[in-house]
Nanobody
Framework: ARLVESGGGLVQAGGSLRLSCVAS????????IAWFRQAPGKEREGVAY????????YYGDSVKGRFTISSDNAKNTVFLQMNNLKPEDTAVYYC??????????????????????WGQGTQVTVSS
């Protein structure tokens, strides 16, 4: 599997960015994909998760109501729309695909051990 992120940049607090993650090398709509982020000196944390087969989204508490995850299955792409950005959102953002195909009834999780392939990351910097 290969994942390529894009869309990061520098934005002022309160602004918006839209990240993209283009996937290849696997059957896109059979796997869940998530966005993670890692700030300097901090653990990598889960941000948003999507079941691509039906679009069901899940979010980390710190971004609920501000970020939206979606997918375009025809283009093998997952998006992360980030609104009302805050300086504490500054981080490198990664997308990752779960190692095993999604099965109905699976419980969603940000456990990094469940994700087999990661992109190279895209930097998001929010100035105050």
């Amino acid at each position: 599997a290969r994942l390529v992120e894009s869309g990061g940049g520098l934005v002022q607090a309160g602004g918006s960015l839209r990240l993209s993650c283009v996937a290849s090398g696997f059957t896109f709509d059979q796997y869940a994909i998530a966005w993670f982020r890692q700030a300097p000196g901090k653990e990598r944390e889960g941000v948003a998760y999507i079941v691509t087969r039906d679009g069901s989204p899940y979010y980390g508490d710190s971004v609920k109501g501000r970020f939206t995850i979606s997918s375009d299955n025809a283009k093998n792409t997952v998006f992360l729309q980030m609104n009302n950005l805050k300086p504490e959102d500054t981080a490198v953002y990664y997308c990752a695909v779960e190692e095993s195909p999604y099965t109905i009834g699976s419980k969603w999780s940000f456990d990094r051990r469940l994700f087999g392939s990661w992109g190279q990351g895209t930097q998001v910097t929010v100035s105050s």
